[in-house]
């Protein structure tokens, strides 16, 4: 069973970078069927996607967030990352990493547990 | 305020069914069968219920079933079970820019 581990800082000071790294394990990264997305929900309200890469790298982002957003992939630690610029409080959120699948369908199937980032000073 | 329109919460006994609805328009729930269906438990991972509007995973019980007529889908459950009881939410493809959008979240409570 493929599972999903988000991990980084609970706490990121406004205007600052948010950086949060999620590991995969029992699955691949490098699997070329796959991408890979972060999402978020802000407290009381509902889930937004942030952006999917590619094991080879390639990238699709919110048109929202696109000026703020870098997601990368390093195959060697199965891992891939999310950095987001000049974070207000409405960056504020439970963020989540997740699992879909690259052709002709889309479906979340594994997510992690998810992380609270809170941005205050 | 999400993209697509759940009621905040349902509730059923145990035995009964109920449908919980996810609206969303032209743009993405009526223009692609690329409905998903995701169950929550407090402090867990989402766990797909539904996918491609109607499709099950494996291991889902066959007590959990998607439709969707125009720009509304609806995912109902039959034979509540306690276990049953979680956040439900609904996601769509959106086209290849927004890709996705979510509904805010059902509360299902098994009275």
């Known amino acids: 069973q493929v599972q999903l581990q988000e991990s980084g800082p609970g706490l990121v000071n406004p205007s600052e970078t948010l950086s949060l790294t999620c590991t995969v394990s029992?699955?691949?990264?490098?699997?070329?069927?796959?991408?890979w997305s972060w999402i978020r929900q802000p407290p009381g309200k509902g889930l937004e996607w942030i952006g999917y890469i590619s094991y080879s790298g390639s990238t699709n982002y919110n048109p929202s967030l696109k000026s703020r957003v870098s997601i990368s992939v390093d195959t060697s630690k199965n891992q891939f990352s999310l950095m987001l610029s000049s974070v207000t409080a409405a960056d504020t959120a439970v963020y989540y990493c997740?699992?879909?699948?690259?052709?002709?369908?889309?479906?979340?199937?594994?997510w992690g547990q998810g992380t609270l980032v809170t941005v205050s000073s | 305020q999400s993209a697509l329109t759940q009621p905040a919460s349902v509730s059923g006994s145990p035995g009964q069914s109920i449908t919980i609805s996810c609206t969303g328009t032209s743009s993405d729930v009526g223009s692609y069968n690329l409905v998903s269906w995701y169950q929550q438990h407090p402090v867990k991972a989402p766990k797909l219920m539904i996918y491609?509007?109607?499709k099950r995973p494996s291991g889902v019980s066959n007590r959990f079933s998607g439709s969707k007529s125009g720009n509304t889908a609806s995912l109902t459950i039959s034979g509540l079970q306690a276990e049953d009881e979680a956040n439900y939410f609904c996601c769509s493809y959106a086209g290849s820019s927004t890709f996705v959008v979510f509904g805010g979240g059902t509360k299902l409570t098994v009275l």
């Open positions: 997740a699992r879909h699948y690259d052709s002709g369908t889309v479906f979340f199937d594994y």
């Open positions: 491609e509007v109607t």
């Open positions: 029992s699955g691949s990264v490098n699997s070329g069927s796959f991408y």
